[in-house]
């Protein structure tokens, strides 16, 4: 009976902290777009800058290759099976890479490299007191520190996505033509033959989706740090944690919507 009890308290605190962290969220994005205007303010706009160039141009390097590895591991392997038949290999790039693989690969990739770093940063922000350093001098740090980089994340998540796709279908269609000594041209006319813009902007509505679940999880759980330094690697793995599983929700949720 005790062991009962103890386990119904356990999920009763799980369930109170996922509403808890639920609202505390959705409060973030309704300030977020309610307030977007602030980043016309030079020393916001001026994060926001640095947050797109730290989430997504020094990103790019790594993402190109990532993206040509896939590319190379799924092409060779539809070419294995369907052999060079330009038509199918379309279709299913298109199924695979447009459709979920793109965005979903992308924002893993932003997860492990800037999701954990904003929490860990806003987290060491919070143990120092900057926040309450903002404030005296009569600066919202919600608006200077979350909003900027909830945008540049966004932002990046969603010009990233696009950039992996290309990165992705490219690189394995060269491999191919160089190894197996298909036509690249070719391969890419079917390709973009089979792509609708249906298929391009539900790939690109989740990037946006990712991008916003991902920045605000990062921002929230950072700046919810409160005396202690031990909370930061906690509150990193929270966000981590946290942007997978609503990122893999909400992947299948716009999947089910617009593809079944």
Same mark, same amino acid.
Request: aromatic share 12%.
């Given at each position: 009976?005790?062991?009962?009890?103890?386990?119904?308290?356990?999920?009763?605190?799980?369930?109170?902290?996922?509403?808890?962290?639920?609202?505390?969220?959705?409060?973030?994005?309704?300030?977020?777009?309610?307030?977007?205007?602030?980043?016309?303010?030079?020393?916001?706009?001026?994060?926001?800058?640095? /947050?797109?160039?730290?989430?997504?141009?020094?990103? %790019?390097?790594?993402?190109?290759?990532?993206?040509?590895?896939?590319?190379?591991?799924? =092409?060779?392997?539809?070419?294995?099976?369907?052999?060079?038949?330009?038509?199918?290999?379309?279709?299913?790039?298109?199924?695979?890479?447009?459709?979920?693989?793109?965005?979903?690969?992308?924002?893993?990739?932003?997860?492990?490299?800037?999701?954990?770093?904003?929490?860990?940063?806003?987290?060491?922000?919070?143990?120092?007191?900057?926040?309450?350093? %903002?404030?005296?001098?009569?600066?919202?740090?919600?608006?200077?520190? %979350?909003?900027?980089?909830?945008?540049? =994340?966004?932002?990046?998540?969603? =010009?990233?996505?696009?950039?992996?796709?290309?990165?992705?279908?490219?690189?394995?269609?060269?491999?191919?033509? %160089?190894?197996?000594?298909?036509?690249?041209? /070719?391969?890419?006319?079917?390709?973009?033959?089979?792509?609708?813009?249906?298929?391009?902007?539900?790939?690109?509505?989740?990037?946006?989706?990712?991008?916003?679940? =991902?920045?605000?999880?990062?921002?929230? /759980?950072?700046?919810?740090?409160?005396?202690?330094?031990?909370?930061?690697?906690?509150?990193?793995?929270?966000?981590?944690? /946290?942007?997978?599983?609503?990122?893999?929700?909400?992947?299948?949720?716009?999947?089910?919507?617009?593809?079944?």
């Amino acid at each position: 009976m005790t062991g009962i009890i103890d386990a119904r308290k356990m999920w009763g605190k799980h369930i109170a902290n996922a509403l808890s962290y639920a609202q505390g969220y959705y409060e973030l994005l309704c300030y977020t777009i309610r307030n977007i205007g602030v980043l016309r303010v030079a020393p916001v706009r001026s994060v926001f800058y640095k /947050q797109v160039y730290f989430t997504g141009i020094e990103a %790019l390097s790594k993402v190109s290759a990532i993206g040509i590895l896939i590319g190379v591991v799924i =092409i060779t392997q539809v070419v294995n099976i369907v052999g060079p038949d330009a038509v199918l290999i379309g279709k299913i790039l298109a199924w695979t890479i447009v459709r979920e693989l793109g965005p979903l690969l992308a924002a893993v990739i932003i997860i492990a490299r800037s999701g954990t770093a904003i929490a860990s940063e806003l987290g060491s922000m919070m143990v120092n007191r900057e926040a309450d350093s %903002l404030k005296v001098m009569g600066i919202d740090p919600v608006d200077y520190l %979350l909003l900027p980089r909830i945008a540049g =994340i966004t932002v990046s998540v969603f =010009i990233l996505t696009f950039y992996f796709q290309v990165a992705t279908i490219a690189g394995g269609l060269a491999f191919t033509s %160089l190894f197996k000594g298909f036509p690249f041209f /070719q391969h890419l006319k079917g390709i973009s033959s089979i792509l609708s813009s249906f298929e391009i902007a539900v790939s690109l509505l989740k990037s946006l989706i990712f991008g916003c679940t =991902i920045s605000i999880i990062s921002c929230y /759980q950072g700046f919810n740090v409160e005396s202690s330094i031990t909370e930061i690697p906690q509150a990193s793995t929270r966000a981590v944690m /946290q942007s997978l599983f609503l990122v893999f929700i909400f992947d299948g949720i716009i999947t089910m919507v617009f593809f079944l």
